[in-house]
């Protein structure tokens, strides 16, 4: 159960939340002492709240008193299972090959930057790319878009949903396909429909936020990626307590891997940078800290060589370290070398 449904106050569930407390285990091994002086509350009112969460936990338990663990799956059986799993292009081919083809669904993908790389247009262009239906080798499913800057721009949402349907006209007049009736489903109002939007102003309505999403997600199942937008922008502010962040990152980073997983879609995760001192100077590092970057499954850093993007990939189990030049152009992301359109055919 989620500290968010127990039967307390408004203002004791934001407390909770605000100190990185969003389950019930995680105070399950708290003291009524150590509860009240993380959320500034009397020890009374302490030993209340855990009292509540205490039958909370009861309740939720299954019958005889034991926990469910779900049974294994032979190595065999995730790799078939991988392998049905479609991946969601970014409309660069060579971004795509180094990729393995595109964002990968189950995993969470961490990508980051300077300003200026177009680390939204990516996150605004996989929106859309989502919806390419299964026959033009997509997913036929919607996005939910997490935006905590503000930098999320419908104009230009709508510019990238134009680009794309333009691109899979031009490749069915190549292939001679029937594209009438797709056409129509592919109106690029359809595909601002299918993007849903979230603004985000705190760290806690993020936590609060994220800790909504399997509900949201079991309600709309047809959701295959979930962009965030910046996961950094409320975490590099007013925080003494580096402990505090470290733990609430800790627990977002958990409920999006789970998220990932059990829901079979990508969540991608847009990132700032910060500098750090290495060997005697300042260097440029994705923000968030070194125990950050263990809570995706792949990190991609967006750089500049000379006047061009590139995207490097500096960390995957499954994929190699490789470059892959890429541009932001008015129709979205791009190759670099080439003007023409593409998207990913199966």
């Known amino acids: ?169 031009e490749c069915n007049g190549l292939l001679r396909k029937d594209f009438q009736a797709g056409q129509l489903k592919m109106h690029p109002n359809n595909i601002l429909e299918n993007i849903f939007y979230f ?15 399997d509900k949201f997600i079991s309600e709309h199942k047809d959701v295959k990626v979930v962009i965030v937008d910046s996961v950094t922008f409320h975490f590099r502010q007013d925080f003494d307590d580096m402990a505090l962040r470290t733990r609430l990152l800790s627990g977002i980073a958990l409920k999006l891997m789970k998220l990932a997983k059990e829901h079979g879609l990508a969540v991608v995760l847009l990132n700032q940078v910060t500098t750090k001192y290495i060997e005697g100077s300042f260097q440029l590092t994705l923000a968030l800290g070194d125990s950050w970057s263990h809570s995706c499954t792949n990190r991609v850093i967006l750089y500049w060589n000379g006047n061009e993007r590139y995207a490097y990939i500096d960390k995957s189990p499954s994929l190699r370290s490789a470059s892959a030049p890429y541009s932001v152009t008015s129709k979205g992301i791009r190759n670099s070398a080439s003007t023409c359109k593409r998207i990913r055919m199966m």
């Open 1 to 169: 159960m989620e500290v968010g449904r127990l039967p307390i106050s408004a203002s004791q569930r934001g407390k909770l939340i605000s100190a990185g407390y969003t389950t019930l285990s995680s105070l399950s091994s708290l003291s009524p002492s150590d509860l009240a002086l993380d959320l500034r509350i009397s020890d009374n009112e302490a030993a209340e709240i855990l009292k509540v969460a205490s039958l909370g936990s009861r309740l939720d338990e299954p019958e005889g008193g034991r926990a469910i663990v779900n049974g294994a799956q032979t190595a065999w059986d995730m790799l078939h299972e991988d392998e049905m799993f479609p991946r969601i292009t970014t409309s660069c081919l060579d971004l795509d090959n180094i990729l393995g083809g595109g964002i990968n669904c189950k995993e969470v993908t961490e990508i980051g930057g300077v300003p200026g790389m177009g680390k939204t247009q990516l996150g605004i262009q996989l929106a859309v790319n989502v919806q390419i239906p299964v026959d033009y080798g997509g997913l036929g499913a919607k996005a939910i878009y997490i935006d905590t800057e503000g930098s999320f721009m419908v104009e230009r949402v709508l510019q990238i949903a134009e680009a794309c349907i333009e691109d899979m006209t």
């Open 199 to 213: 603004r985000v102003c705190s760290y806690t309505e993020q936590i609060a936020l994220t800790n909504y999403l």
